[in-house]
């Protein structure tokens, strides 16, 4: 019944990227993924905010620390001036060889040579001590190759004589090429009156003591000064490779020396610059920037380690969900992977196949109406096949009944035709004389004989009519002028020297139609034999013409017509008129035969009939009678 | 009737009964003298391609042994000189599909058993003259 190449496909494997797992997956880690991601990012976000705004306070601290350093530092040059100047016979021994230097002994001068000595010895804050007169001259000095020179040109020559104490800010000092820090203060004699400026060149190296002092900064911090004189670096990097005496210029280090104080991210001076965080601070004493950096990377390295442990943590998070999610895929699809190959199996005819899915939810429900379903069709399939075997067993016994029909009609008819027709050869003479009563005896013979005929033919088409297996012969452009010639001759021998005129009305467009010739004749002669049969006197009469588009044929008589009741049972099988029963020789097949026939041609045969004054026939058969199929032409 | 215008008859049979009645019918009844009958197919067989004198008219029962009536016809329309000579169908199987069967087959005609006697001469003389006639009653 089902031919191979008809058998259902299996479902083929899906893509991995269309699998119900593969999104679910997908799904679960996006879902545990996304909000981590974003909560990390706004986490550390926060610290590296937080680690750039402790870094700024920690260095603000450090600015400050420094600022008090430098002051502090400062404060101490002009102290330690004070405690020189305190020693009275020092002072004196000063005002002396300024104003009168011929007084002074070798013995004095040695002395105060020694004295100013011993002073830059002791007191590592001073690189170098002069003093020099109200005139500039330089009369005294811890360097014996500065006596006699001039300090007018310098920087901090007026303002030493109008303050009693001054700081001269850093100053590029062309004699030495370095810049220079000094320290100034008024020498008086006894009188009270300014005699002499004693000056201190600042030992710088202390300076940037507490600058590489880093106390505080973290691994990548500094501090350090830049001047205002050219943009020199006072104090020196830590880092190696750069010189003082360059001009350098950052966003602090140009802020800074604007006098402002403020903090940034930036790069430094570095080559290549650095990205940093500093804070910077003008020292007005030292007409200094006061820079504190630190390297951002070494800020945001804790935050870098916060951002790996956070990007750890996702990947274990986005692991853990997608096992999840593969768990829970599985859970869910493997019911459905089980329903597919039970479909699978089922379509490829294996109606036994049940699933056992035992899930609890709409899965299972769709499990159990697959199996509910699969019993149905099972069942329907079982049922047809019943069905089908029975209606081939119906099939085959029909086959064995038209069989055996036609193999009885046979070898009925091959007797009847020697019964008959040698009969007939005796009745006709052809043998030899014969008597009256002979003929008579013998013409019941053939007559009784034909009458059996006609049963058989009768009983073997109301048979295959109610086997359904009646099969029309349909032939194109049947002529139904030459039937009806071959009625009228039929009917010319029944009437025989009965007192009947046959009248004809044949019209002469009569159309050919679509229809099994033989059929039709039968139907003609049978209703024909009635109306020969049942008359007695009068006439028949054949009418046939076109009545739209049907052909349209009566055949009446003035016969003995049929009662309003028995009207019906004319069409009926096995069943006789009254008259029909008078009279005999009928089987009660015929007419039910020829309304067979003629439905199967799709027309109709009815009749009228009125009791002692004949009956009409009537047959109409559609022209163009699409319906029926030719056999072959 | 002058006898070289007497139709030449040629007739397999292999009922006995069949081919008597036939045989009073053509030679007695109508006193035809060019009769030929053959009692089965291996005789028709051996002897339908040197039939002489022609013949008009051929009647062929259709249950006969070894050849049917089907594949007799299929020999004689082989033949080109016959190919004019309407083949009657001679038969007791009257049943649709037998008939249908006959038409398709070929056959120039169908005359059932029993033969009508009355009619038989008539009908005989309209497929002479090349008419068809499907007899079945």
């Not at chain 1, 505080?216 to 501090?223: A, K, N, P, V």
């Amino acid at each position: 019944m089902q031919s191979d190449s008809q058998l259902p496909r299996s479902s083929k494997p899906i893509p991995l990227w269309r699998q119900f797992r593969f999104s679910l997956i997908l799904f679960f880690v996006f879902l545990a993924v996304v909000p981590l991601g974003v909560v990390s990012f706004i986490n550390i976000s926060q610290q590296i905010e937080q680690a750039q705004n402790r870094v700024k306070e920690q260095l603000e601290s450090i600015v400050e620390l420094k600022t008090n350093q430098i002051a502090l530092w400062l404060n101490q040059g002009v102290l330690a001036l004070d405690i020189i100047l305190s020693n009275s016979r020092f002072e004196q021994l000063i005002v002396t060889s300024v104003t009168a230097p011929r007084v002074m002994s070798d013995e004095q001068k040695d002395t105060l040579t020694t004295d100013i000595r011993s002073f830059v010895q002791s007191n590592p804050y001073f690189e170098q001590f002069t003093v020099y007169t109200l005139d500039g001259v330089i009369v005294l000095g811890s360097s014996p190759t500065d006596i006699g020179k001039l300090v007018t040109l310098q920087p901090y020559f007026q303002p030493s004589l109008a303050q009693r104490e001054y700081t001269q800010p850093p100053f590029y000092d062309i004699s030495t090429s370095q810049l220079t820090i000094i320290v100034t203060k008024q020498v008086h004699n006894s009188g009270g009156q300014v005699v002499a400026i004693l000056a201190g060149k600042i030992n710088l190296s202390v300076l940037g003591d507490i600058m590489t002092e880093r106390t505080g900064l973290s691994d990548s911090g500094e501090t350090y000064l830049v001047s205002r004189q050219n943009n020199y670096l006072l104090t020196p990097s830590r880092f190696a490779g750069y010189a003082l005496q360059r001009a350098y210029r950052t966003e602090a280090i140009n802020l800074g020396l604007q006098g402002r104080t403020g903090e940034g991210i930036y790069d430094n001076y570095q080559i290549p610059p650095q990205p940093v965080i500093g804070v910077y601070r003008w020292i007005p004493e030292l007409e200094a920037a006061l820079i504190a950096e630190v390297n951002q990377a070494e800020v945001l390295a804790g935050s870098r380690a916060a951002q790996v442990n956070n990007g750890l943590i996702a990947l274990i998070v986005a692991l853990t969900a997608a096992a999840g999610g593969l768990i829970y895929a599985n859970r869910l699809s493997s019911p459905i992977t089980q329903l597919t190959h039970s479909a699978d199996q089922f379509s490829r005819g294996n109606l036994r196949e049940r699933t056992h899915v035992s899930s609890r939810n709409e899965i299972g429900q769709l499990a159990q109406s697959f199996n509910s379903m699969a019993t149905q069709v099972e069942l329907r399939i079982l049922e047809t096949q019943a069905a089908l075997e029975r209606a081939e067993r119906a099939d085959y016994a029909d086959k064995v009944k038209s069989a055996f029909l036609a193999s009885m009609s046979h070898e009925l008819r091959t007797p009847l035709n020697a019964v008959i027709n040698f009969t007939r050869f005796v009745v006709d003479g052809d043998t030899g004389p014969v008597n009256e009563e002979q003929v008579e005896l013998l013409s019941e013979v053939v007559k009784s004989a034909t009458h059996l005929l006609n049963l058989i033919n009768d009983v073997l088409d109301m048979s295959k009519i109610e086997a359904g297996a009646l099969v029309l012969f349909v032939e194109e452009n049947v002529d139904l002028t030459a039937l009806l010639k071959s009625v009228m001759s039929t009917a010319r021998s029944l009437i025989g020297g009965k007192p009947i005129t046959l009248e004809t009305e044949i019209a002469s467009d009569l159309p050919r139609i679509r229809a099994d010739r033989q059929r039709i004749l039968q139907v003609l002669i049978n209703i024909i034999s009635n109306a020969c049969k049942f008359t007695a006197k009068g006439t028949v009469k054949i009418i046939a013409k076109t009545v739209n588009n049907e052909v349209f044929i009566s055949i009446s008589d003035t016969g003995s017509g049929i009662e309003a009741d028995d009207q019906h049972l004319v069409f009926l099988p096995f069943r006789q008129t009254k008259a029909g029963l008078r009279q005999g020789g009928g089987t009660g097949l015929g007419m039910p035969i020829a309304k067979n026939l003629i439905d199967s041609h799709n027309g109709r045969l009815w009749l009228e009939s009125t009791l002692g004054q004949g009956t009409t026939f009537y047959i109409s058969l559609p022209i163009k009678n699409e319906k029926l199929e030719p056999a072959l032409s | 009737m002058p006898e070289t215008s007497q139709p030449v008859v040629l007739y397999v049979e292999d009922d006995p009964q069949s081919r008597r009645l036939m045989s009073m019918l053509l030679t007695g009844r109508m006193h035809l003298k060019q009769v030929t009958i053959f009692e089965d197919s291996e005789d028709f067989q051996a002897k339908v391609e040197k039939i002489d004198p022609k013949p008009d008219i051929i009647f062929l029962d259709i249950h006969v042994n070894p050849l049917n009536g089907f594949e007799m016809l299929q020999v004689l329309r082989q033949l080109d000189w016959l190919k004019d000579t309407p083949v009657i169908a001679l038969t007791a199987s009257v049943m649709n599909e037998e008939i249908h069967r006959l038409r398709g087959a070929g056959f120039s005609g169908c005359l059932s058993k029993p033969l009508d006697l009355s009619t038989f001469p008539d009908t005989f003389q309209r497929i002479i003259d090349g008419e068809t006639v499907w007899r079945i009653v």
